[in-house]
């Protein structure tokens, strides 16, 4: 098959810039609890399956990384401070980010909670030029949020989001029209999208491991190898074709959770009793895009690592909460599950703004089937969106966690925001064997503080602070 691919219409100047906030979740603990500035911080769960969510920069020059296992990441840094994820602070933050943006221009593109497109293209860049304009663009994001972030800026996306990871930490890289192939050539090939580790793999076997070895790749070879859509897009790619606009408002793809389970399942029953709650979880984010679903997705990881999907598609599409656990309990029975489960997840496809209401046809006197509630510490994993490789992306958590009220023993997890009639704001460090907590009374507004072993009794839980100091929605 010979095929000639034409590049499209790429602009004339590095105009499209790509924001990232560095280590987000990591930044946004140490700009809050500034003892901890300089020093390795790991967010993530802290249970006997927890995984890391993100890992500062200290903590990544010990071989650290996301969506590493957190009894892994502990022993390779075991002076690392481990922190529950606080997702209303990090919303916090990241509005303060993209805010930078949106003063800048309308046309703003969130792929993430943490990094966003922007078209700048209607800027006139003065005597310094475009790399003037991603510093000031950096700069005020720092000051709007007070986390380190990086800019990249290209003629495409494909090449800002590749400038802004070269830039990274806290840095500004420009590429302009006329300097793609230098930077481009040297780039490994799975740092390019459409890239994931199987494809690397084929290519590997062919000899290409770099963005210049695949662009001497014929296209016929291409789509042989990886199929006629990949293979253009890797083509094209390889090229810097990538003529997207930043568009506004980004389908949604899916929405969804998963929760891994502090010990294994062992048989249908016990696995199916965590249907409701991992798919309340779901429906949480399917409910904030006020959106339906046509089709529920059931996803079974099992103890060794082996995973199967199964999906039940409905007639028109719901957002009854009955409709789709149903749904997922059908999902689920088209699962053979004899050995143990570690994962559970559900995920919801075929997103759409309208919903068909069903009725309960279910008899009053049908008792419910059993339900298993999920208590863990753990932060259930959001599936991202086809388009959204971030593995930083925001988890949902396994269970609403309060932040008011009376601090109780259930809600001590390491990082939460507290308040003493008298020290003021802190965040709980960890329970003593006496029964006492130790809290570091500190925030970003106050400098680095002084832990001290308080009673229980005498803190309350309070809502974790944005940027400017006020309390997180």
């Known amino acids: 098959m010979s095929q000639e691919l034409r590049p499209g219409v790429l602009r004339a100047q590095p105009s499209i810039a790509h924001l990232d906030a560095d280590a987000f979740f ?45 009894a892994l990441a502990r022993r390779r840094c075991p002076q690392a401070t481990v922190l529950t994820p606080r997702f209303a602070a990090y919303s916090a933050y990241s509005a303060a980010v993209m805010a930078a943006l949106r003063e800048q221009t309308e046309l703003v593109e969130p792929l993430s909670i943490d990094e966003a497109f922007a078209d700048l293209g209607h800027l006139s860049p003065g005597p310094d030029g475009w790399t003037r304009v991603a510093a000031d663009l950096r700069a005020r994001a720092v000051e709007l949020s007070g986390v380190p972030v990086s800019v990249g800026m290209g003629r495409s996306k494909l090449v800002a989001k590749l400038a802004s990871a070269a830039a990274k930490p806290a840095g500004v890289r420009v590429v302009a029209p006329d300097g793609e192939d230098s930077f481009l050539l040297p780039l490994p090939v799975r740092s390019l999208w459409g890239v994931g580790p199987v494809s690397a793999e084929r290519l590997e076997r062919i000899g290409v491991r770099t963005v210049e070895d695949l662009r001497a ?69 399917l409910s904030r895009r006020a959106a339906a679903a046509r089709t529920v997705t059931v996803k079974v990881r099992f103890a060794d690592f082996t995973t199967v999907s199964r999906s039940v598609t409905l007639a028109s599409p719901s957002s009854e909460s009955r409709v789709l656990t149903d749904a997922a309990r059908r999902a689920l029975d088209l699962v053979e599950t004899d050995a143990p489960v570690r994962l559970l997840g559900v995920s919801f496809h075929g997103l759409s703004e309208h919903a068909q209401l069903a009725l309960d046809i279910r008899l009053h006197d049908e008792p419910d089937a059993p339900q298993a509630s999920l208590m863990s510490e753990e932060p259930g994993v959001v599936e991202p969106g086809v388009d959204e490789p971030d593995v930083d992306a925001p988890a949902a958590p396994a269970r609403a966690r309060r932040t008011h009220g009376s601090l109780r023993e259930q809600d001590c997890a390491p990082g939460v925001d507290l308040e003493h009639p008298r020290h003021g704001r802190g965040w709980l460090v960890r329970v003593r064997d006496d029964g006492r907590v130790a809290v570091r009374f500190e925030t970003a507004a106050t400098g680095p503080g002084r832990q001290l072993n308080v009673e229980m009794d005498d803190v309350q839980l309070v809502a974790p602070l944005g940027p400017d100091g006020a309390p997180a929605a």
């Not at 993530?44 to 996301?66: C, I, K, L, M």
């Not at 980004?250 to 891994?260: C, Y």
């Not at 709650?277 to 984010?285: C, H, I, L, Y």
Request: net charge positive; aromatic share 6%; no cysteine.
């Open 217 to 285: 790749q014929p296209l016929d070879t291409l789509v042989a190898m990886v199929g006629d859509a990949a293979g253009t897009n890797l083509y094209r790619v390889a090229r810097g074709w990538d003529d997207r606009p930043v568009t506004v408002q980004r389908e949604r793809k899916s929405a969804g959770a998963e929760h891994t389970f502090d010990s294994d399942l062992y048989g249908r029953a016990q696995v199916a009793a965590y249907i409701p709650a991992v798919t309340a979880q779901a429906m949480a984010r």
């Open 26 to 70: 990591a930044s946004v603990e140490q700009h809050q609890k500034p003892s901890l500035k300089g020093r390795p911080v790991l967010v993530g769960g802290s249970g006997p399956r927890g995984v890391v969510a993100a890992a500062s920069y200290e903590a990544r020059a010990f071989g650290v990384r996301s969506a590493m296992s957190m």
